[in-house]
């Protein structure tokens, strides 16, 4: 691999220790990965998991409360402690193990709270921005076409890939953390145009309208092509965004889908040729009533109609999401049984308690939390066993991670069971 | 390796991933894995529940599989594997990303790609795998080759 004399300063130490151990562990990465050369980079998304349950375990006990020594084992891969410096790069933080007001409700102990405060001061100190969501576009971290960027949380890589034009690959916590010290990351995958292209052509013959219908369409996708670029044919009208947030993290979660192109919707398919721009076509595929059913059947571990958890935000809901969870739960009551939980980035709701929203969900019974999530947080309600969300990404992972049986809905049929405790949705 | 096993083994020549030299008992599937809910990071069992290997662990194998697949945690997930001393001895792949490298590196094995032919195909359980991370070369001595060694 060729390294620009910049780069070989900082690896023989011209910049610290810290950053010449981040730019090993690029360069190490890069030649793993057959890159030919390092691209700059200052835009990086990443993890600080130092207090994420199963992370946090890996630490020893006595060092726990050292972010210094945290940082070094669980995001650089280092064996010495190294002290880390301020990031170089835009830096985003993605979720982290609770709301940090509502952590008493999510079960939090307070010895994970006093962790989570410890990798605050920490993030605040180095410049990690706590947006504290996995939807860092949604509050205003939007790269620029072109913008080869670190991101990981494959649903936020998806959508800054094709909806927006950024170049980025799915990072992992040591990736970001080693281009956020030093700038760069491998030019390699989906940071070079070829790669980009599509491989696989998707003709969406049925009209799909609804959140529910785009995430099933995205999940049939993934499982279909896998980690290849399928380009959609079909869709003849502009999708609301919070329809390709569903999209694409639903994508990613069945197969291992980083971009898509919709043609006439993204800006690298003005059309369908463009989407492919010479590549060879690998295969065809319809996606028509059929198989969005064959798809809503892939979730099939709802059995006990009496729900006893809704979850809603996965990805990270919008404000737009809160405000129709809000307003169909506005004056009435959760059932005695069920819980509501709906997650949101801390900037969102923000304005939410300003518009009222949170009021709303709250005097309903539901909650509306921030910075986590009940997969990666690991923080549900006691003795839920059954669950149902709006989510197809959400409801992928509920069954694998906490064995909850799952029911995948729309948005007002979770709501409907909310208010009854009971599950009566389904594909309509 | 004596002179009689070098007659049946086979090389593949492929490109080092994570240098070094190492050798083991292979452990193939024609399966991806996933990090995150596909195997348990303390024994290095398999766990995804319609995986074909499910129930066996990789700790100490030479690891051949087509590639990593799932949440962008895989690195992580390996990463503690290695911790965990449960990590595989090598890994030989086929399907490169970043999931891919970057667990490769923090796992710490010699690893290798890009190898001639289909290494899937070629190396069966229970072979006896050299794995060179520095030139991206592997020998196998198939496991009946190890038989007639031992009765010989």
Known sequence: ??????????LDGAEGEARAHAMDLIVRYGRALGAERLVDTNSVAGGVVGSLPGRRDVVPEDKRMDMNAVYSLLNLDSDVTLEIPPMKTKTYRLIEAMDPTLWEVQGVSSDTKALVDNVSDFCGKVGYQMCNTCTPYQVGHVPVFGEHCAWMESSAVIYINSLIGARTNVEGAQSTAAAALVGKIPYWGFHTPEH???????????????MLEWGLLGYFIGEKVKEKVPALNGIDYVPDTD??????????????IEMYHVAGVTPEAP????AFSGRTCEEEIVFGRKELEEAYGWFSTGKDPDVDLIVFGCPHASLDQVKLVASLLDGKKLSLNTHLWMF???????????????????????YLMTDSCVALSKVYPKG???AATDSCKQAHYLPAIHGFETWLGSTEQCVEAALTGKWAGGLR | MGGRAALSNIILKGRGVVPGIV??????????????????????????VRHELRGQSFKDKVLVFPGAKGSS??????????LAGAAPKAMIFNIMTTKMALGAVVTRVPAVTDLDQNPIDVIKTGDWVKVDGDSGIVEITPATARRDQGNS
């Open chain 1, 384 to 386: 839920v066993k059954v």
């Open chain 2, 73 to 82: 945690g895989w690195a992580s997930h390996f990463q503690t594997v290695r």
């Open chain 1, 344 to 366: 949101t980035p801390n900037a969102l709701r923000a304005i939410a308690d300003r518009m009222g929203y949170t009021d709303i969900i709250r005097k309903a019974g539901g």
């Open chain 1, 271 to 274: 059309s369908i040729e463009a």
């Open chain 1, 196 to 210: 980009r292209r599509a491989s696989h052509l998707i003709d969406v013959e049925y009209k799909v309208e609804s």
């Open chain 1, 1 to 10: 691999m060729k390294l620009t004399d910049q780069e070989k300063a900082v």
């Open chain 1, 243 to 256: 329809f390709l947030k569903h999209f694409g993290a639903a994508a990613a979660s069945s197969g291992g």
């Open chain 2, 23 to 48: 050798e083991g008992e292979a452990l193939v599937t024609s399966q991806t894995i996933s990090g995150f809910g596909g195997i348990d990071n303390q024994t290095g069992e398999i766990t995804e």
